[in-house]
Every structure is written in structure tokens, then in C-alpha cells.
């Protein structure tokens, strides 16, 4: 190859909450990363994935070019205010078709928290589009990328994990209604209005909820989402004083900042009925509620993290779909790598073409002149036989060249063909002829 794909990240299966929520990115710190990157190493690509389970930064680059895994360990340690020694046991580096494997694998869920779940390709093709209006998303990313979202489709398609639709948020709602037995006549207040709360309260809805409030720091984004659902809006700075009537409460907003304090919660709950408990799940990353709110009495408290032991107990059916997912992928890399290596090879194909027929041409050239008739004509007929019989000629090798690309045999033969044939000297010849 002549590029490198390069993978630096961590994941739910690396790293636990508190140091994937200190390396996350929002939008904007995505878009203002990238720029930087694509500043100060402008002949590569890159792309940030950074989701509630996982942050991957993507570089394509030149084979032998920066940035090197090492220069991107740096770039995170300066962009986020840490030392490296803090996260480095944390993070994986891959490279090549390790990572165009992790690419694909991620697109199509395989790598999730729960199993073929289907936000992750919408957080992807996210991704990929903050990149590009970073500018630091090429041919090469997207390329890569289309390929991943084949993958994903071809995955969903055949194999069980596309039966179903299936999240994080769906997990956490089953673990609500497991917790409580029945949900009916029970109060959900929902902080946060994304897509996460969105799906959570219609999977609650659907299971008997009774009143749901949304608090969000939009009213408008409230009131959308508690319209969805037939739920309350809830002023943002009446969100603690609301606390003692929930008996469920999830969150899921863009904060940096945990936005439930164990302070404000045991504050608002001094007043709740004995024995009336209140279930918080936590999925936003950075996490919205402290750590030590679950050692309030009364409060039980479950963050992404968490939801992993309820993902091994509901879905063994779904995990049955893995390995004819993981074999999808890996034949998928092969026809990725493939499509790359002929590319390789192409130039000295196209470089062999011109040189046969700049030899037909000279010789055709010289016949013409002394043909009767119609020379312009008579030409272009003779010409066109020639050009044929040579590719005829040429047909067998070249197949064999293409169908072995990538391989240490098909670079030595090409290698031999240019020295053979003079074919950097062909190449520049054709340059020169197409800037003439």
C-alpha cells in the first residue's frame, strides 16, 4: 500500500466511564480537533467516531508521512488537558487492516455495547460529515466509508443482529421496567431532549409509564419531545425541586458538567416519602449525575457502564449473529484491500497500453503514407486493428497482474515490467504529451 490507516481509541471494552468521558468530543471540539490536525499534518485525512462508548480517531495518511500513533497519543494529550501516562494504558492503536477491520466492525455494530445496535451508524455517517466540513475528510475517508456502510447493510441484512431495533436507550428502558415490575401510575422525568431521551420515553410509553416531565436547558426542544410522548414540560431551573415526585429519572444531555450533584439531589429528596426509592440511569457522556448520588440512601443509580451485565442476560440470541457478522467484515477488508492494491498496479497496466500503442502508431504512421485512397480513413481502421490485436496480446498478463495484485509476486512483476519496458519513462512521456 501506499497509504496507512491508523486507528488510536478507546472503548467500553478498554476503558471504564471516567476515562472515556475525560477523551469524549462534542461536535464542535470534533470540528475545531480535526481543523487543528488537518493544520498541522495537511496531507492527511482524519475523522473522529466519539460516541457514549467509544472515541476512535481515524488518519489516513502517505506510507512512510506523519502523523505517527505517537504524534496522535501527543495531539489528545494536549487537546484535552492530560498527561499521557493517565489514559495511555486505556487506548489501542491499529493499523492498516486491523483498522479498516475496527471500521467496519463499529459501522455494523459488531463492536457495540449491545450487539447490532442501530444508532451507531447514524453516529458514523456523523462523524464522517463533521469531518468533511472540517475539510480534513478526502477521497480516501470517504471511500473508506462508503465501504462501512455496505458493510453495516450487508450485515443487518443477513445475519440475526439486524433482527429487531435495538439501543442503549431500548436496554435502558427494559432495565427500568425490569427494576420496577410495572411501570404503570410510576413518574419519568426525562433530562435531556435528544435522541436518546426520545427513545427512551417511547420505549417507556410502550411499556405503561404513566407521567413523564422533561427538563431540558431548550424549552422548545422540551416541549417537541414531551409532545412526542404526551409528557410535561418542566422548567430547567425547576429540575430538583421536581425530584421527589419521580420515581424514575434519565438522563442524556451534551453537558460537561454533571448537572444531578449529589448535594442537589439529597437536598431535594430530604423531604421524599420513607421508602419511596428513585431509580436514576445515567447514558450521557460526560456522565450528567455524580458518582456519589448512588450512595444516597433511597437512590439507585446505573451509568452506561452499567447496562453491560443486562446486555449479557437479554440478548444471547442476538450474540448467536457475531461470528456470521465478524465473517462478513473480514470479507469485506479482503475486497477493500483488493480494490486498493489494483490501483496500485494500474499505472504500470495503463503505462504498458501507452507504450504498445505509441510503437502501432509510429508504425501505422509510416504505412499510411504510402497507402492509395482515403489516408485519414484507412488509417483510423488499421489503427484500431492494431490496437486490438496488442491488447489481445496483452490480455493474459495483465489479468494475472491484477488478479495477484497486493502480493509481494505482483509487486516484483510490476516492478520488473517498468525496468523491462522504461515505463516511468513511458509515464512522464504521457505527461508531457497531456500538458502540451
Known amino acids: 500500500m501506499t497509504t496507512r490507516l491508523l486507528c488510536l481509541g478507546c472503548s467500553h471494552k478498554t476503558a471504564l466511564v471516567e476515562m472515556r468521558e475525560r477523551l ?13 490536525l488537518h493544520e498541522a499534518y495537511s496531507d492527511c485525512e482524519a475523522m473522529i467516531l466519539s460516541t457514549c462508548n467509544r472515541m476512535e480517531l481515524y488518519v489516513l495518511r502517505g506510507l512512510h508521512a506523519r502523523p505517527r500513533e505517537d504524534d496522535l497519543r501527543d495531539f489528545l494529550s494536549k487537546f484535552h488537558h492530560l498527561p499521557r501516562e493517565l489514559y495511555e494504558g486505556s487506548l489501542y492503536g491499529l493499523a492498516d487492516e486491523q483498522a479498516v477491520r475496527q471500521i467496519f466492525s463499529v459501522a455494523a455494530g459488531l463492536d457495540s455495547l449491545v450487539p447490532g445496535e442501530d444508532q451507531i451508524l447514524a453516529q458514523v455517517k456523523s462523524a464522517l460529515a463533521i469531518a468533511q466540513k472540517a475539510g480534513s475528510a478526502g477521497a480516501g475517508l470517504t471511500e473508506l466509508l462508503d465501504f462501512a456502510f455496505n458493510v453495516a447493510k450487508h450485515v443487518r441484512s443477513e445475519t440475526p443482529l439486524g433482527v429487531g431495533r435495538v439501543s442503549i436507550a431500548s436496554v435502558a428502558a427494559d432495565l427500568a421496567a ?86 442537589k439531589v439529597a437536598k431535594a429528596l430530604a423531604g421524599r416519602p420513607p421508602g419511596k426509592g428513585l431509580l436514576i440511569i445515567d447514558i450521557a457522556m460526560p ?36 461470528e456470521p457478522a465478524r465473517q462478513i467484515v473480514q470479507r469485506h477488508v479482503q475486497e477493500y484491500f483488493h480494490r486498493l492494491h489494483v490501483r496500485e498496479v494500474a499505472p504500470v497496466v495503463e503505462n504498458l497500453y501507452q507504450l504498445m500503442r505509441d510503437a502501432a502508431d509510429k508504425e501505422i504512421q ?16 488499421i489503427r484500431q486493428a492494431i490496437h486490438r490485436a496488442l491488447r489481445q496480446v496483452l490480455h493474459r498478463p495483465i489479468i494475472h497482474l491484477r488478479d495477484e495484485a497486493g502480493s509481494q509476486s505482483a509487486r516484483q512483476q510490476a516492478d520488473i515490467l517498468r525496468r523491462l519496458f522504461d515505463l516511468d519513462q513511458t509515464d512522464q512521456s504521457s505527461q508531457t504529451k497531456d500538458s502540451q
Do not use: H
Not at 411501570?183 to 417511547?202: C, D, E, P
Not at 456522565?287 to 442476560?313: F, M, P, Q, S
Open 24 to 36: 469524549v468530543f462534542d461536535p464542535a471540539q470534533c470540528r475545531l480537533a480535526l481543523e487543528q
Open 178 to 263: 425490569s427494576t420496577f415490575g410495572e411501570l404503570a401510575g410510576k413518574t419519568v422525568l426525562s433530562v435531556g431532549a435528544g435522541k436518546m431521551n426520545s427513545l427512551m420515553l417511547r420505549r417507556l410509553k410502550r411499556l405503561g409509564a404513566g407521567k413523564v416531565l422533561v427538563a431540558n436547558r431548550s424549552p422548545q426542544r422540551a416541549a417537541e419531545l414531551a409532545g412526542q410522548c404526551g409528557g410535561e414540560v418542566l422548567p430547567w431551573q425547576d429540575l430538583c425541586q421536581a425530584l421527589p415526585q419521580a420515581d424514575l429519572v434519565i438522563c442524556s444531555t451534551g453537558s460537561s458538567e454533571p448537572v444531578l450533584s449529589a448535594a
Open 287 to 322: 456522565r450528567d449525575v455524580e458518582e456519589g448520588v448512588g450512595k444516597l440512601a433511597g437512590v439507585t443509580l446505573y451509568n452506561i457502564d452499567d447496562l453491560k451485565a443486562v446486555v449479557e442476560k437479554s440478548l444471547t440470541a442476538r450474540l448467536a449473529g457475531l
Open 366 to 381: 509510416q504505412v499510411i503514407s504510402r497507402l492509395d485512397g482515403d489516408p485519414q480513413a484507412s488509417g483510423k481502421l
